[in-house]
């Protein structure tokens, strides 16, 4: 049987003196230990004519899907889509199990101990049934939670599966073919068992945006991470020649972007895209972010009818080892 996904993780997990406590509620000036130097924000999105600075946003019931989320994927590395039959209530049923006074439990992000400051935020990461973690905080009243969080990411799965299979058509690979797992060479063979972990995400408005940061630039590890964002803006994308690009939420839609293990996957044509969050002065942002990848024991290569391979093939369990030592880098050290 396939290692789970959590296991990818078992060696690298955060220890617990990287949690400092802050009452977020409380505070009224930025302390130092939460101060960034921000210098990357000289640069601005320049919006030239014929040529909007906006990540596309994509019908999913779009007849001509495929290409859009090629373009998307090659372009942007990152989309926004609609019409993808999650119901708001859903999302709604989740939000309102992150009030800021349920905070216990809560972690900071996994990029955190490569960096001197602290973020504006806090976390809570789920790896399959959400039970375990739930009964530890509140041995009386789980169940609410749970089924909040489980039918969260039942949900999830399908629509990111569904995703999956438009990307994978759109570098070549199509599910109605024939001796489709000749197609997907025997390497990436497990892509299909993908699976998700859910990390949900609060940034408490903060006395002084411009001088903190709610979660460092980073790129998501995985093969791709579908991302609910409440109505509060905050995510930022970087390109190159362009700076920081805001992605504003969209009522109902969800952002779509490309991980690590994808932009391998596709031999470097889709880039993974580097992003942040900044906080904002007046709201409180939520975010809920799915991450979804293969399991922990599977490998992951450039897909064999692309051209000349770029990357090694790399086991995911070893590329979170890698990229929770190297964290930007961990990548290039597959490059051959
Ligand atoms: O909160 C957000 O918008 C982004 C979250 C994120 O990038 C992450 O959890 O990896
Ligand atoms: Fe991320």
Redesign the pocket.
Known sequence: MATSLSESYRDTHLLPQHIIPLDFETIHDLPESHAWIRTDDIRVCQIRENEPCVVPVIDLTAPNVVELVGNACQKWGMFQVTNHQVPLSLVDDVEALRSPSGATGYGV??ISPFFNKLMW?E?FTIMGSAVEHAKQLWPHHYEEFCDAMDNYQKKMKSLAYKILLIILKALGVDENDENQENIIDPTNNSLFQSEGAL?L?S?PSCPNPNRAI??AP?T?SLLL?I?H?NHTN??QIFQDGKGWIS?PPISGAL?V?IGDLMHILSNARFPTVY???VPNETNH???I?Y?YGPPADSTVAPLSGLSLPCFRPVTVKDYIGLKNKHLEKAISLLRV
């Open positions: 992000a996994r935020h976390g990390q995400n940034y709610g979660l980073h998501d991470t991302l964002q905050g995510l992605v952002v972007n992003h942040r969050v942002r939520f975010s972010a991450f």
